[in-house]
């Protein structure tokens, strides 16, 4: 199934997973999803980078990571992804191999 979520991010099929499991967020974008992982544990933008290079295929590695304290979520408890790309435009990513 092809949606307009699916043309946004560039994935194959419109899953998104969050998980504080690099098994699963890896999971996840292996199939054709999103995975996102929540990464307490990683401080520096480059090591998290490399770490999922070790996990999933060198073009679905994020090419640009922002650090937030916090992730703001909707009523439901879902990512609120308004927020998340208000962040984004209004902090510069804090690692960023796109150029």
């Known amino acids: 199934m092809?949606?307009?979520?699916?043309?946004?991010?560039g994935i194959e099929h419109p899953i998104v997973g969050f998980s504080p499991s690099e098994h699963v967020a890896a999971a996840i974008s292996r199939a054709g999803g999103l995975g996102v992982l929540g990464c307490v544990r990683f401080n520096d933008p480059a090591a998290l980078q490399e770490h999922v290079r070790g996990h999933i295929a060198g073009y679905k590695v994020p090419r640009s990571?922002?650090?937030?304290g916090t992730i703001r979520r909707t009523v439901s408890g879902k990512a609120d992804y308004a927020w998340a790309r208000e962040f984004a435009g209004a902090h510069e990513p804090a690692l960023d191999t796109r150029r």
Not at 2 to 9: A, E, G, W
Not at 65 to 68: K, L
Request: aromatic share 8%; proline share 0%; with cysteine.
């Open 2 to 9: 092809r949606t307009t979520l699916c043309d946004l991010l």
């Open 65 to 68: 990571i922002w650090m937030a």
